[in-house]
């Protein structure tokens, strides 16, 4: 069936987002900046306005789109933690968090998920919802410190896990420099799906996701 097709059907169904939302994707676009995907939006609504999360945290800012798509969707008192090494990106986050986050419901850290993640451990943060959409080759290793961070019953919700389709395909069939990334986001996919401590489901929407339910 077509992918394509049916997106263009669905869209007659979607709730309207804010316009500065949808601002926001379409400079995203102009720019080349990849943001989360309709049907990841779908997903992710849906989760958020049903679960009501009340700490959130995201891997992965960009410049800020998902984590203020999150925000509309989640009640005033949930609060977001995004995560943003890249300084090209930092600054644009930066500037849509300043304009469009009046609540202050978002906190940004700058710097290595890695360590991000591994203080907020030492910290003893929680979070009972878990948006992975950063580095794909660093998922498996930003993984342990996720498990430890998530609440038992939390959600892990990990984008793009085909890598724009490459992780269905044979590693030789891959271009050599995204060989690395092709086996990571494998090994990922076998040790969230066999995990003694995760539940995990994977979609076939957008460019793949997975969720997981913390046991």
Known sequence: MDQDRIEVFLEQFRRED???????AQKAAA????????????????????RKPERVLEVGTAVGYSALFMKEC????????TVEKVEMRLREARKNLAAHDEGKQIRLLEG???EWLSALVERKETFDFVFM?????QYLNFLPAVI????PGGLLVSDNIWHEGDVLESRYAVNRRDRTIHGRMREYLHVITHHERLETLCLPVGDGMTISERL
């Open 74 to 81: 989640l009640p005033d008192t949930s609060r977001i933690t």
């Open 133 to 137: 959409d950063a580095a794909k080759g």
């Open 31 to 50: 720019d080349g900046v990849p943001i989360i995907r309709t049907g990841t939006q779908d997903v992710l609504r849906f989760l958020l306005r049903t």
């Open 112 to 114: 290595e998920a890695a």
């Open 148 to 151: 430890s961070l998530l609440e």
């Open 18 to 24: 804010p316009p500065y939302i949808r601002a926001l």
